[in-house]
T-cell receptor
Framework: SQQGEEDPQALSIQEGENATMNCSYK?????LQWYRQNSGRGLVHLIL?????REKHSGRLRVTLDTSKKSSSLLITASRAADTASYFC????????????FGRGTSLIVHP | KAGVTQTPRYLIKTRGQQVTLSCSPI?????VSWYQQTPGQGLQFLFE???????NKGNFPGRFSGRQFSNSRSEMNVSTLELGDSALYLC????????????FGSGTQLSVL
């Protein structure tokens, strides 16, 4: 099964609202990364949080990491229609792994 | 700096044919990895090349192969295409260090009829 699993699978909100999506993983990690994908396009890196960090901010993005629960959350504040996309978390198994595992993603729709 | 370039953008093939996809990484990046994305299986790792050598391989049949050239450009080949190979194929480049940020191309949408 996937190392990272996002929740919810789909999220529909109005512009201006906050969007929160979660990611759970199974094994210990070195870092966890969030990516965004617009329909049918490539993924764009959003933010990386290391295992010794608990929270990280980048513009309207806030990521938290709870290694005891093996979970992370991505919060997008004051959502815009342009934030409509799928969001994926990516993790790497421990010990020199160059192979990332992506979850199935959360599909976010922001209505104008 | 130019981003990751994948060609072609769209491809239609029939069962049994073979296909070659191309990926040009960001200048200076020595690692290129390939992924298959389908609605049913999500984003799955195919293989990764670093300095012309396959460094990691995912769980795909031998019909999927790749190579990397001295200029870090990479090609992926799928032989004897099956209907289930229809997918968006993405490549990503990076400097080649472990667990680092990946830069993705826009992908090649392959349809097998």
């Amino acid at each position: 099964s996937q190392q990272g699993e996002e929740d919810p699978q789909a999220l529909s909100i109005q512009e201006g609202e906050n969007a929160t999506m979660n990611c759970s993983y199974k094994t210990s990690i070195n870092n966890l990364q969030w990516y965004r994908q617009n329909s049918g396009r490539g993924l764009v890196h959003l933010i990386l949080i290391r295992s010794n960090e608990r929270e990280k901010h980048s513009g309207r993005l806030r990521v938290t990491l709870d290694t005891s629960k093996k979970s992370s959350s991505l919060l997008i504040t004051a959502s815009r229609a342009a934030d409509t996309a799928s969001y994926f978390c990516a993790t790497w198994a421990g010990g020199g792994s160059y192979i990332p595992t992506f979850g199935r993603g959360t599909s976010l729709i922001v209505h104008p | 700096k130019a981003g990751v370039t994948q060609t072609p953008r769209y491809l239609i093939k029939t069962r049994g044919q073979q296909v070659t996809l191309s990926c040009s990484p960001i200048s200076g990046h020595r690692s290129v990895s390939w992924y298959q994305q389908t609605p049913g299986q999500g984003l799955q790792f195919l293989f990764e090349y670093f300095s012309e050598t396959q460094r990691n391989k995912g769980n795909f049949p031998g019909r999927f192969s790749g190579r990397q050239f001295s200029n870090s450009r990479s090609e992926m080949n799928v032989s004897t295409l099956e209907l289930g190979d229809s997918a968006l194929y993405l490549c990503a480049s990076s400097l080649g260090r472990d667990r680092e940020k990946l830069f993705f191309g826009s992908g090649t949408q392959l349809s097998v009829l």
